[in-house]
């Protein structure tokens, strides 16, 4: 994970480093809001066996942030995106998956238009899963698990964790104001990954016989850009 950071900080720096002319270039600042659906099969088959878990959930709310340049037509845009199912209820049987993930793109519009663009897109990114398994503790007895630490210890959520360094294609569109800066649109991206992985203990630890799962994921979102309030009223030639 730190060096994928690494790699989406450099990128970062060398876009807002870009010069012409002895004059900064920045890129528009990025957010977008969606959803991503991302089936773990491995996993839940596996769950399934035990009904005392709830498998996880297909769907996940993702939030990114980043940043977004169009110069002459080529794109590249950075992102840092949080996904949770936002299912788990601590208080009964239930489960929830979230991730943190951060990527880098670059497309082509190909619409000569100020005001629109369409482009198709590709990149890489990274992506690290935690499961998290609530089981249903309503009937332990309290002074049981004051007493007791094998029930203290029965009574804890389960945690599961997997990782991904993934590819990405998509498609975006959106619809800009030369006067404000600002645009609007919607991207759609498929991510797979380069390889399969099992899940893992929730210190990220190697187990024996664990399921494996790959990235098989698609996200369709908003997307809001806006140059940094820093330059809205600055103008390069």
């Not at 991302?38 to 709310?61: E, H, M, S, W």
């Not at 489960?95 to 943190?100: G, K």
């Not at 499961?131 to 698990?145: I, L, P, Q």
Request: with cysteine; proline share 3%; net charge positive.
């Amino acid at each position: 994970m730190k060096s994928m950071l690494s790699i989406f900080l450099l990128f970062s720096l060398a876009a807002f480093s870009q010069e012409e002319k002895y004059q900064m270039d920045f890129p528009d600042m990025s957010r977008g809001l969606g959803v991503s659906f991302q089936k773990f099969n491995g996993l839940n088959n596996r769950i399934a066996n035990y009904p005392q878990y709830k498998q996880v959930k297909d769907a996940t709310g993702v939030l990114q942030l980043g940043w977004f340049k169009e110069k002459k037509q080529f794109i590249t845009q950075g992102l840092l995106m949080g996904g949770s199912s936002m299912s788990g209820d601590r208080d009964k049987r239930s489960s929830t998956i979230r991730y943190l993930g951060v990527s880098f793109d670059i497309g082509y519009d190909v619409l000569k238009n100020k005001k629109v663009s369409l482009y198709p897109l590709a990149g890489i990114g990274y992506q690290a899963y935690q499961a998290r398994f609530y089981k249903d503790n309503s009937t332990v007895d309290f002074n049981d698990v004051l007493q007791n630490p094998v029930v203290q210890n029965s009574t804890r959520p389960l945690d599961l964790r997997n990782s991904f360094v993934n590819y990405r294609f998509g498609l975006g569109f959106a619809a800009r104001s030369p006067k404000h800066n600002c645009s609007i649109g919607v991207q759609a991206v498929y991510t797979g990954s380069f390889k399969d992985h099992s899940w893992r203990s929730a210190d990220n630890q190697l187990l024996a016989n664990a399921p494996v799962d790959g990235l098989s994921q698609i996200y369709a979102g908003l997307v809001f850009t806006c140059r940094p309030f820093f330059m809205m009223h600055k103008h390069y030639e």
